[in-house]
């Protein structure tokens, strides 16, 4: 089958369904990077959207095995998961995804989403998570599975600015956060807020955990991207963050976000909104 062909058939992707109407709500950062990825290379594609709790049975369903681990090693079953009929092929990791997506229709949409660059960027992990963190199984393009893991890295760090802001879906929130919980190893009545002087350092701590990340960006004065007007996946997959702490963050915060660094993450969110389309 032709590659002009094959793009004319859907790809569904798989991503996690928060609170009605999902398309405001969907915040998950991993499949973010997919849907980056997908309307970049501009190829025809819809969402099924997957509630929490149904994910590792949907997963298993689509023979797409898990890709992660609990930190005591148990499977962690998660998304983006995409299904792409016209090479009969499913595709379970964010990484995996934009890969595949780069290797089988190199052409399409915008390029190349790995173009060369150095990604010159670590952020080492100050504190323990209940999923492992780790390089993609995939070792193609290595510079940026190692980007990839230092980001996931960093903004999972400071994730409990926005733990208290999930938008959950209300038909399962209690379900949800009690496996939360189960997760974290604390009761299941935990309440996950940061508030008051804690939440204040942590987010002085935020800022200046960023700063690497945003001399980054500044390298190249052409910005808003690492490569300056060239988007690559290094830029998904910041962005893809992004995204959730917009959409969990106290507002007031967001937009404080938005202006550190000399405004960097601000002007590529804004940016990234070329590639945002949810379909």
Request: charged content about 20%; hydrophobic content about 40%.
């Amino acid at each position: 089958m032709s590659t002009t062909h094959a793009t004319q058939q859907s790809i569904t992707l798989y991503d996690i369904a928060q609170k009605p109407p999902v398309e405001e709500s969907c915040c998950a950062p991993n499949p973010w990077k997919a849907r980056f990825a997908l309307n970049f290379k501009q190829l025809p594609y819809s969402t099924r959207w997957v509630g929490m709790l149904d994910i590792a049975t949907v997963r298993k369903e689509l023979g797409a095995p898990p890709c992660r681990k609990f930190a005591g090693g148990e499977d962690f079953y998660t998304l983006p998961v995409i299904k792409d009929p016209a090479h009969d092929a499913v595709v379970g990791d964010s990484f995996d995804i934009a890969v595949y997506l780069d290797k089988t229709y190199p052409g399409a949409g915008g390029g190349a989403l790995f173009p060369e660059q150095p990604l010159d960027f670590e952020f080492k992990p100050v504190v323990g998570f209940p999923t492992l963190l780790t390089l993609p199984n995939n070792d193609s393009h290595p510079g940026y599975g190692r980007f990839n893991l230092n980001a996931d890295t960093l903004f999972t760090t400071f994730s409990s600015l926005i733990a208290g802001g999930m938008p959950l879906d209300p038909a399962t929130e209690k379900e949800v956060k009690a496996e939360f919980a189960r997760r974290a190893g604390v009761g299941p009545d935990q309440e996950f807020t940061l508030e008051g002087e804690a939440r204040q350092a942590t987010l002085e701590s935020f800022e200046a955990a960023l700063g690497d990340l945003g001399k980054l960006y500044n390298e190249n004065a052409d910005g808003p991207f690492v490569l300056g007007k060239q988007v690559s996946h290094a830029d998904f997959i910041v962005g893809a963050w992004l995204r959730m702490y917009v959409v969990a963050m106290p507002k007031d915060e967001w937009q404080l976000l938005k202006t550190w660094h000399n405004g960097t993450f601000g002007r590529l969110h804004d940016a990234l909104d070329a590639y945002a389309q949810i379909k």
